[in-house]
Every structure is written in C-alpha cells, then in structure tokens.
C-alpha cells in the first residue's frame, strides 16, 4: 500500500500562483500514472491532471493552459504547478496513485489517496 502525503496548499489571491507536492512512502509509484483531484464544498470530487511514467499528461479543461503536473520518478514526487489562479479553483486537492499505467480519469482507477491539501484563492 502506497502512503502519499500532499503538501503546499494555502491562501492565495486570484491571478496568483501555488505548487503543490505529493510524496509517496511505502512503495514507489513504479510504472503507474499519477494524479491530482480536487474537491470544492458541496460539490463532488473532480479530476484536475494526470501523469503516466513516461510523461504523457492530461488535464481537466477548467484548468488545460495554467497548471502544470510534473513526476519525478527517481524522487517517487509528482507536483502540480498552479498558476493563475481563480475563485472557482478553491477546493481540496488531493494526490493520487492509479492502479493502471494509462491514464485515468475515474476516481475508482485511483487505488492510493493523500489525505488533501486546502488551497483558497480569494477574489
């Protein structure tokens, strides 16, 4: 069982820009994709990017074009870059290990969850 733990969240203004980490602990990602979800109040939790072992990358189209999700495999980190931010991308944001190589947009391909990271971004 893999253990990931998210970090960089915090309170940001609109336009403004955060990095959030995911380390992982337990066993290493090997060849599975990665991803981050997002969860914002009275809403379902919902894909934002993912990242297969060789790089290949997709991304929800509320963010396609201002974030950014990086994996360093020899580091077992994957990163998402987030820059400018906007009111509606305030949510928790959680780190996940797929169970499958391809990506995945499906919460239930994702067998590993970090217990999240809040990131506000006030208007």
């Known amino acids: 069982q893999v253990q990931l733990v998210e970090s960089g969240g915090g309170l940001v203004q609109a336009g403004g820009s955060l990095r959030l980490s995911c380390a992982a602990s337990g066993r290493t990602f090997g060849s599975n994709a990665m991803g981050w979800f997002r969860r914002a109040p009275g809403k379902e939790r919902e894909f934002v990017a993912a990242?297969?072992?060789?790089?290949?990358?997709k991304y929800a189209d509320s963010v396609k074009g201002r974030f950014t999700i990086s994996r360093d495999n020899n580091k077992n980190t994957v990163s998402l870059q987030m820059n400018s931010l906007k009111p509606e991308d305030t949510a928790v944001y959680y780190c996940?290990?797929?169970?499958?190589?391809?990506?995945?947009?499906?919460?239930?391909?994702?067998?590993?969850w970090g217990q999240g990271t809040q990131v506000t971004v006030s208007s």
């Open positions: 990242i297969t072992w060789t790089g290949v990358k």
């Open positions: 996940a290990a797929s169970s499958f190589s391809n990506l995945q947009i499906e919460t239930r391909a994702y067998d590993g």
